[in-house]
T-cell receptor, first 112, second 114 residues
Framework: GENVEQHPSTLSVQEGDSAVIKCTYS??????FPWYKQELGKRPQLIID?????GEKKDQRIAVTLNKTAKHFSLHITETQPEDSAVYFC???????????FGAGTRLTVKP | GAGVSQTPSNKVTEKGKYVELRCDPI?????LYWYRQSLGQGPEFLIY????????DSGLPNDRFFAVRPEGSVSTLKIQRTERGDSAVYLC????????????FGEGSRLTVL
């Protein structure tokens, strides 16, 4: 089955700096790669996703890049703000989602 | 409803007891997923339903765990003879169909086995 590895496990940045979180996956048939944000005690919520037919997707301060050959994808957050502080999870699955596997998470702290 | 609803939000039980956790998905969502999240870890896949049938139960750790969705809406995760290692947050998620992408998660049921 799919195996997703994520790093770093913790990341601390100064407000206004950029943050980058990286994930690798094992199943070359995976073609859907979402990122979820989970605030303390809250449910995970989708923040951005990318399908394998594109290499990059951007939504305001958040972007995701995908390298299918190397089987890795990354989340980029620019101009970080304290409210970006949370745990971020990457995930990978095939088209039908039923085998979606999550990374172990990255705890991002943005210091004011 | 407005979102995925899970009950109870917290459950404390003793080792060896039987536990049921309920998930009420977003109305009209045909796909339903159960995940387990231990402290400091990502959600771990348990089981996936498409309609009433369990399309993939490969994540259930052993035969003490079972889940049903008899009418294709509400689902119940059942854990028999609970063990301390079962302590975790059990997350339910739903989506409109299996291939649409986003999973909508509930707030989770925190299970503590003493």
């Amino acid at each position: 089955g799919e195996n997703v590895e994520q790093h770093p496990s913790t990341l601390s940045v100064q407000e206004g700096d950029s943050a980058v979180i990286k994930c690798t996956y094992s199943d070359s048939a995976s073609n859907y790669f979402p990122w979820y944000k989970q605030e303390l005690g809250k449910r995970p919520q989708l923040i951005i996703d990318i399908r394998s037919n594109v290499g990059e997707k951007k939504d305001q301060r958040i972007a995701v890049t995908l390298n299918k050959t190397a089987k890795h994808f990354s989340l980029h957050i620019t101009e970080t703000q304290p409210e970006d502080s949370a745990v971020y999870f990457c995930a990978a699955s095939r088209w039908n989602n039923n085998d979606m596997r999550f990374g172990a998470g990255t705890r991002l702290t943005v210091k004011p | 409803g407005a979102g995925v609803s899970q009950t109870p939000s917290n459950k404390v039980t003793e080792k060896g007891k039987y536990v049921e956790l309920r998930c009420d998905p977003i109305s009209g969502h045909t796909a339903l997923y159960w995940y387990r999240q231990s402290l400091g870890q990502g959600p771990e896949f348990l089981i996936y339903f498409q309609g009433t049938g369990a399309a993939d139960d490969s994540g259930l750790p052993n035969d003490r765990f079972f889940a049903v969705r008899p009418e294709g809406s509400v689902s119940t995760l059942k854990i028999q003879r609970t063990e301390r290692g079962d302590s975790a947050v059990y997350l339910c998620a739903s989506s409109p169909a299996a291939s649409t992408g986003e999973l909508f998660f509930g707030e989770g049921s925190r299970l503590t086995v003493l």
